[in-house]
């Protein structure tokens, strides 16, 4: 489960401003492209630059990819993009529909992911989404490097004339990618981590730190529903008592019970740091935003 906050009113179609775009002109001779969030569309603007010109449908911090209903102009500018870019594992099932055509060239970045057996329940849930799986793939920082060079080769297929630049573009891309994952490697080993919701497990993973956040928690988190007593009174003990370093917040699936454990860990004196699911205003793209949380999350752990 992911963003929570209700759609407000009809979302427009937004341009994707991180990434420095327009709207679409079809004789701008630029590659079009729509991506089902401005995070995916951000990695794919790192490696097509100015020879792309990607839409976003979600780059509202606001909006929830499993209840986005799509609308008419959203199939449209699916209909008509050159290369379309999505997560699936069912984070955003709602862009997978409106591709109608198998001759669209796509780039799905859950399949592009190592290992995707990270449990958090046993079963889907009403929605149908099966949490026995991680979908948070855009911080598995292998999975991005993945989806980057998925989608040089799939613009690469659309203007082979480009090549070298989509090719030199990506390796740029992957380079920063690579200083990353060396910054944040095993850095929280013999530390632990608890989360208000499991976004940002694959780069928790990639620290080594351990996570402590209880399954009930996370599960009840995750699918919207109560959660269990003995579970928060679990998860306020740990922060209470400061058996974890630090709390990871997902700040775009903030609610009353997420709030208080926020509120005693910073009481008790654990790091908290805020991680986000789309690219919030004020960042440049996937690695501005990216180095970011990894910069917070070394420093709390190494505090």
């Known amino acids: 489960m992911t963003l929570r906050n209700a ?19 079809a004789d701008n001779g630029k590659i079009q492209v729509v991506a089902s969030t401005n995070v995916w569309g951000s990695v794919v603007k790192a490696v097509g630059g100015d020879e792309v010109e990607v839409k976003a449908l979600l780059d509202d911090p606001g909006a929830d990819p499993h209840s986005y209903e799509s609308k008419p102009a959203d199939a449209a500018l699916v209909k008509d993009a050159k290369l379309v870019v999505f997560n699936g594992g069912g984070y955003d099932d709602f862009f997978a529909k409106l591709i109608t055509s198998d001759a669209t060239k ?3 970045a859950f399949p592009l992911a190592d290992n995707h057996a990270e449990p958090h329940s046993e079963a889907p849930d009403a929605d149908g989404h099966d949490h026995s799986v991680n979908e948070h793939v855009w911080y598995d920082l292998h999975t991005v490097e993945a989806v980057a060079e998925a989608a040089a080769t799939e613009l690469t297929a659309i203007a082979p004339d480009k090549k070298a630049t989509f090719e030199s573009n990506t390796a740029s891309f992957k380079t920063k990618i690579e200083e990353l994952e060396k910054k944040i490697a095993d850095i929280g080993k013999g530390k632990k981590v608890a989360a208000t919701e499991p976004i940002a497990h694959y780069l928790v993973e990639a620290t080594g730190a351990e996570d402590v956040t209880p399954e009930a928690f996370s599960k009840a988190i ?33 609610n009353q019970v997420t709030k208080g454990v926020v509120e005693k860990a910073k009481s008790a004196g654990v790091a908290v740091v805020q991680v986000t699911e789309t690219l919030p205003e004020g960042v440049t793209g996937y690695l501005d935003w990216m180095t970011k949380q990894v910069d917070a999350l070394s420093q709390a752990l190494k505090a």
């Open 7 to 25: 759609l407000v009113g009809a979302l427009a179609v937004a341009s994707l401003a991180a990434c420095g775009t327009s709207t679409p002109s």
């Open 222 to 254: 995750e699918e919207e529903s109560d959660v269990p007593a003995a579970a928060l009174a679990e998860m306020n003990q740990l922060v209470e008592s400061k058996q974890v370093n630090v709390l990871v917040e997902n700040t775009q699936t903030e």
């Open 106 to 108: 796509k780039v799905e």
